[in-house]
């Protein structure tokens, strides 16, 4: 591109709070194809609020107490939304021992004397929990467009917390827009699938890829490139960052992590889904006078 070009379309660019990183990002948001959106606090405000306790019997509040104490120790967003509810419900929370954070699964800790398993599908399976009635629960939650995380304890199913995690109001306009700039969009998360699918027919999105663990965002993003699709990648944390390398485009949301916002070739800074779209758009508006 003429440096005139790219000054303009930099300059443009930056009005709207799309901070280009340097010339190459401005030619490569020309040829994109496929815009890859991470779910959680991309396309989703990552705000996730508890909206659901079922438990197969056992007493509700000991229940989320044993919960909120295993997820005080992890970082996880839907970890602290649950130890929010557990606080505004005024619940006395007890510390946790042998705390386990498994990474796209959950987490397990041992809570007086009780071993407690908190997580998804995956994690009750690989522990050998049989969901029994709650399966039924679960699948209702998950048909609504809420996360279920699932509570064992001494590995027995004993409840399930719904979690709702609302999409940003230009989610579906920002989808709207890329496909009438003839561009593929695809919804990455590593939340189970019913949920995911949900989400993203309200939002208008048809390819789906889900239950994506975080070491594995990477690789997804390679298959899509495989017969050389031109793909980029929206995300805002620390799981996204080698998806967003990877991609022939990164494009970080402004309220993400550090690290997303470094490996990023595009910045988003008012975290706007409609601003996707925009950055394509000067992107093909700059290459255009370059030829
Ligand atoms: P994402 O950020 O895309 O939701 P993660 O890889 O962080 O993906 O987690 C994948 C899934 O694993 C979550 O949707 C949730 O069901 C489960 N999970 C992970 N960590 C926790 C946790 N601390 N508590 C409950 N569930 C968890
Ligand atoms: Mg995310």
Do not use: C, Y
Not at 89 to 110: W, Y
Not at 118 to 124: E, H, Y
Not at 175 to 189: F, R, S
């Amino acid at each position: 591109a003429t440096p005139t070009a790219i000054m303009v379309g930099t300059g443009l660019g930056a009005k709207r709070g799309v901070l280009f990183k340097n010339a190459m990002a401005l030619e490569a948001s020309a040829r994109i194809q496929t815009v890859v959106m991470d779910k959680t606090g991309t396309l989703t405000k990552g705000e996730p609020e508890v909206t659901d306790v079922i438990t197969d019997g056992a007493d509700e509040p000991e229940l989320l107490r044993l919960v909120a104490a295993v997820e005080r120790e992890s970082e996880h967003p839907l970890a602290q939304a649950i130890v929010r509810h557990a606080a505004e419900r005024g619940l006395d929370v007890t510390r946790a021992e042998r705390f386990q954070n498994v990474p796209g699964h959950g987490a397990i800790a041992e809570v007086g004397g009780r071993r407690v398993v908190v997580g998804n599908r995956r994690l009750a399976e690989r522990e050998g929990v049989d969901l029994g009635p709650l399966a039924d629960r679960r699948d209702e939650l998950a048909a609504t467009g809420r996360t279920a995380v699932i509570a064992a304890i001494d590995g027995r199913a004993a409840g399930l917390i719904g979690i709702a995690d609302a999409p940003r109001e230009t989610s579906q306009p920002a989808v709207a827009a890329l496909h009438d700039l003839g561009v593929q969009v695809v919804m990455l998360t590593g939340d189970n699938r019913a949920t995911a699918e949900r989400i993203a027919e309200r939002l208008g999105i048809d390819t789906v890829i889900a239950e994506v663990l975080p070491g594995d965002k990477a690789a997804e993003i390679a298959e899509l490139q495989r017969d050389g699709r031109k793909v980029a990648m929206v995300g805002d944390g620390v799981n996204d960052a080698p998806a967003l390398a990877q991609a022939d485009l990164g494009i970080a949301i402004g309220a993400g992590t550090d690290v997303a916002i470094e490996t990023a070739d595009v910045v988003l800074m008012r975290s706007d889904p409609l601003d996707v779209p925009t950055a394509l758009r000067i992107g093909r508006g700059t290459l255009r006078k370059m030829r």
